[in-house]
């Protein structure tokens, strides 16, 4: 059985490649892909050379890191999943996945594959809420509407229970969106936030205005989380950080995938399909390279692309 792969060889060239598949390692699972997603923001400055963290891109590159699919196959050694289970994982824009099974993420029948999807940016958003803590009735500013934004604000509300959140989004559409999640006051721009008054804030735009916002708006001693990739501007220290003593917090990829999809899973049962509308674009997987070019060029800008294989 034979693998395609959708690999980047160099600045905005993207090709189909191909291998056989070996045989499976005893703790492995091979996991016919279903469905895919484009992470635009962590992609396309891949695709385009733009990302500031990789200033001597290595190629060649693979691409895409969310899969939902079924598995077809698994190892000798595998003691808990079996062939006919749906599971999400992480190995990119491929038709089919060779993984170890705790790297799989089990996801029940009833769960359809646009919200199965994003439980793992879902975790990963989680995990920086997380980190800050912010109680019921702390004020927490999210700066940036992209997926990241929208999926904080969701864990924030749903998971955290916090009543008062605020957003900056100069997006219309995804002020919209955000608005539906149950923020209270959406900022178009970053000049119009109140200084001083967040007990907290999350930078998921990427941008350094953004970032300077939210140290001027936070309250002494105040906490940050930044969960933007880091890939678009740089980030400076402004002097509010230092007259406030802020804390600024990083963080990356999630807490635990497993526990986290199964509080997920079973908040999409009961509140139903709040965040499968951040998929603005779908495609098939034939569709991928011209999708990339597309992004690139400007003439598509959606949240987050789905792809169907």
Known sequence: MNQHSLVLHAKQELKWTQKEIP???????LVKTIAGAISIGAELPQ?????ITE????????????????????GPGVEVLKAGDKVVASYGHKD?????????IPVPKD?????????????????GVLKLNPGKEDKVL????????????????????????????????????????GVNDLFTDTSVCPR??????????GKK???????????QEAGLCILSDGNKDIFDLQPEFYEKELKIIGSSDGWDYRKHAEWYFENVRRRGSLLNRLFELRIGKEELIQCFMDLGDGRVNPLKVLVEY
């Open 111 to 127: 769960i359809h594959y646009s919200d199965a999807l994003l439980t793992i940016l879902s975790c990963d958003a989680a995990k």
């Open 196 to 205: 001083d008054f967040y007990h907290f804030g999350l930078e998921c735009s």
């Open 23 to 29: 045989p499976l390692k005893r703790d492995e699972v």
């Open 209 to 219: 205005d953004a970032f300077h916002c939210l140290q001027s708006s936070l309250v």
């Open 55 to 74: 200033r001597q891109p290595q190629y060649p590159k693979e691409t895409g890191y969310e899969n939902y699919g079924e598995i077809v196959e698994v």
């Open 96 to 104: 089919y996945g060779v993984i170890q099974e705790h790297r799989a």
């Open 47 to 51: 695709y385009l050379e733009t990302d």
């Open 142 to 181: 999210v700066t940036g509407m992209g997926t990241m934004g929208l999926l904080t604000v969701y864990f924030l509300k749903e998971y955290m229970d916090v009543h008062h959140i605020d957003v900056v989004e100069p997006n219309p559409t995804r002020r919209e969106l955000a608005k539906q999640l």
